[in-house]
């Protein structure tokens, strides 16, 4: 049971419906309309599940004794939406054209070849950004990065992505700062997420700014999401960046993965290697988008993460089997690679360790 006053609404810990909760009373809030694109090639769940959470949140507005809050509308460039070579079909309630004016829009992640798929969605493009000139806020789903990259909102400007495209955004959209690890990046009304379902982190993110943070919880609890979740760093496996041309590089990359054990310094491998330091630094870093130590310190922290994961080795074991001797030095750059603690990542992906 809700019993209101002017400011607040209390609900009933024994209501069948609602958990206790304390909201600030905002019924006269101004509607938001939140349209959803759906784009060609794009990610059918990545739709559903801002309009279902925003649906839901409407939901518990009105079990507090307030008005729904949120106007959600499925937004395409016609009516109906053929994904995944036409296993789904999403009908929209509104085409580009009958949408004069919203508040928030969401750009879904994408499937398949990201080229492809702006070229598939270039008609959305001009819309976003008039509406965004218009006032309106703009959110990116995941590799729905690269549509909003797209329209050149993001020109100088910083955003976020799954960890596993960002080489390739880089390489399309240069004038983009990427923001590796980043769950939510927000910049002059244009937001963007980290990878797969870190976008539920940015869809409580703006649920908490629409409304208040005690709604925001609720959903997250709702929805069981963590709602702090800051980095997807822990996720991300390092591949080695190896789609470029310079071969010199691709074999000094292979060395380096062979050479886990060792202590590698730059000079030794510019010797190995038969070029000039300065030579190799620059060829290194453009070809891969890491200085030579950066992506040593990586392969090692991935081969760290490997064994954590697949072997009973403690700590130091491991910090030694990827040629590291400093305790501290091996801790520190395992959590600014991961996010982790070494004994935390062990603790949240070793199944073994968690059967004990």
């Excluded at 090639?41 to 809050?69: C, E, H």
């Excluded at 395409?76 to 009958?98: C, F, I, N, P, R």
């Excluded at 955003?159 to 959209?173: L, V």
Aim: with cysteine; glycine share 6%.
């Amino acid at each position: 049971m809700c019993k209101k006053d002017e400011k607040e609404v209390f609900c009933d810990r024994n209501s069948p419906t609602f958990p206790l909760y304390t909201f600030t009373n905002r019924s006269s809030a101004i509607m938001k309309t939140v349209s959803i694109l759906v784009p060609e090639s794009s990610v059918l769940q990545a739709i559903a599940d801002p309009q279902y959470l925003f649906s839901a949140v409407n939901q518990f507005l009105t079990l507090s004794g307030k008005k729904p809050l949120f106007r959600v509308q499925l937004v395409g460039a016609k009516k109906q939406v053929k994904l995944q070579g036409g296993s789904y079909s999403v009908h929209t309630d509104k085409t580009l054209k009958e949408v004069k004016k919203t508040d928030l829009i969401f750009i879904p992640a994408l499937f398949g070849n990201m080229r492809q798929a702006i070229d598939q969605n270039k008609a959305m493009q001009p819309w976003i950004r008039q509406q965004y000139a218009n006032g309106a806020e703009v959110a990116s789903l995941c590799v729905g990065a690269f549509l909003l990259a797209s329209t050149g909102l993001l020109k100088g400007k910083k955003c976020s992505t799954h960890w596993g495209f960002q080489q390739e955004f880089r390489e399309m959209f240069p004038d983009v700062e990427v923001m590796e690890g980043s769950i939510i990046t927000e910049e002059n009304r244009i937001y963007s997420s980290g990878g797969a379902n870190s976008y539920w982190n940015l869809l409580l993110h703006l649920v908490e700014k629409y409304t208040d943070r005690p709604t925001a919880i609720l959903a997250s609890k709702y929805f069981a999401v963590d709602i702090d979740r800051e980095s997807q760093a822990a996720f991300a496996m390092f591949r080695g960046q190896k789609s470029h041309a310079d071969e010199l590089i691709k074999k000094a990359q292979e060395y380096i993965e062979q050479q886990v054990q060792e202590k590698l310094a730059v000079d030794e491998l510019a010797a190995q290697f038969a070029v000039g330091r300065r030579s190799f630094e620059r060829r290194f870093k453009q070809a891969t988008g890491n200085s030579i130590q950066e992506y040593i310190h990586r392969i090692k922290m991935e081969a760290a993460k490997r064994s954590f994961e697949n072997s009973r080795k403690n700590i130091n074991e491991v910090m030694y089997d990827v040629g590291y001797t400093d305790t501290k030095a091996f801790r520190s750059m395992f959590k600014k690679i991961t996010g982790l603690t070494p004994a935390e990542y062990r603790n949240k992906y070793n199944k073994q360790v968690m059967l004990n």
